[in-house]
């Protein structure tokens, strides 16, 4: 059983790019969730998808953007790109909030390095 | 808003010493709280959860008990062991934990031959 497979693993962009991340949740779960974790931080909630739409959003700006596709595999998208996120972006999966209490699975993560 | 607040790392403790992390959150209403550990090179894993107050929740030799009366959810061991080194992570969800998770700052725990 595949659990939450995300990638690239690493990424080096340069400031001002646009970057794509993915993630594929764990079998038999439709909701997907992503997380910004800098270094000796804890993750921070960016975004959450089910049904393919955007139902709660953390304190992040327009720049960070997602979708989900029908098969519930999920990408985050983030333009214009500043030092500052730099940072691990976590994909964790779980079944929709209210249906049943399936705690969230998380992935290895992408490491995103903005020089 | 909702925030958790951690004891600071790293921790340093011999071999089957007694463990406390502590963890205090400021939340509405009644959420429930986790405790996620992170082994070096993995991702997070769901150690424990508790989703009311007095509710102890344990796995590993673990554990940690909702005290809402001091808004807090300490995580304890009672003998450590060097496969327990990694990074702890405390959370609270407004509901049952599929929805945003707010962490805290992480513990970093070394446990020492």
């Known amino acids: 059983d595949a659990g939450v497979t995300q990638s690239p693993t690493h990424l080096i962009k340069t400031r001002g790019q646009q970057v794509t991340l993915r993630c594929s949740p764990k079998?038999?779960?439709?909701?997907v969730s992503w997380y910004q974790q800098a270094l000796g931080q804890g993750p921070q909630f960016i975004f959450q998808?089910?049904?393919?739409?955007?139902?709660q959003r953390g304190n992040f700006p327009d720049r960070f953007s997602g979708h989900q596709f029908p098969n519930y595999s999920s990408e985050l998208n983030v333009n214009a790109l500043l030092l500052g996120d730099s940072a691990l972006y976590l994909c964790?999966?779980?079944?929709?909030?209210?249906?049943?209490?399936?705690?969230?699975?998380f992935g290895n993560g992408t490491r995103l390095t903005v020089t | 808003g909702d925030s958790v607040t951690q004891m600071e790392g790293p921790v340093t403790l011999s071999e089957e010493a007694f463990l406390t992390i502590n963890c205090t959150y400021t939340?509405?209403?009644?959420?429930?709280l986790f405790w996620y550990v992170q082994y070096p090179g993995e991702g997070l894993q769901l150690l424990l959860k508790?989703?009311?107050?007095?509710d102890k929740g344990s796995n590993k030799g673990f554990e940690a008990t909702y005290r809402k009366e001091t808004t807090s959810f300490h995580l304890e061991k009672g003998s450590v062991q060097v496969s327990d080194s990694a990074v702890y992570f405390c959370?609270?969800?407004?509901?049952?934990?599929?929805?945003?998770?707010?962490f805290g700052k992480g513990t970093h725990l070394i446990i020492q031959p």
């Open positions: 964790a999966s779980s079944t929709p909030p209210g249906r049943g209490n399936s705690p969230l699975h």
């Open positions: 959370a609270l969800s407004p509901s049952g934990g599929a929805d945003g998770l707010t």
């Open positions: 939340a509405t209403g009644y959420p429930s």
């Open positions: 508790a989703t009311k107050a007095d």
């Open positions: 079998s038999g779960h439709d909701t």
């Open positions: 998808y089910y049904e393919e739409e955007e139902r």
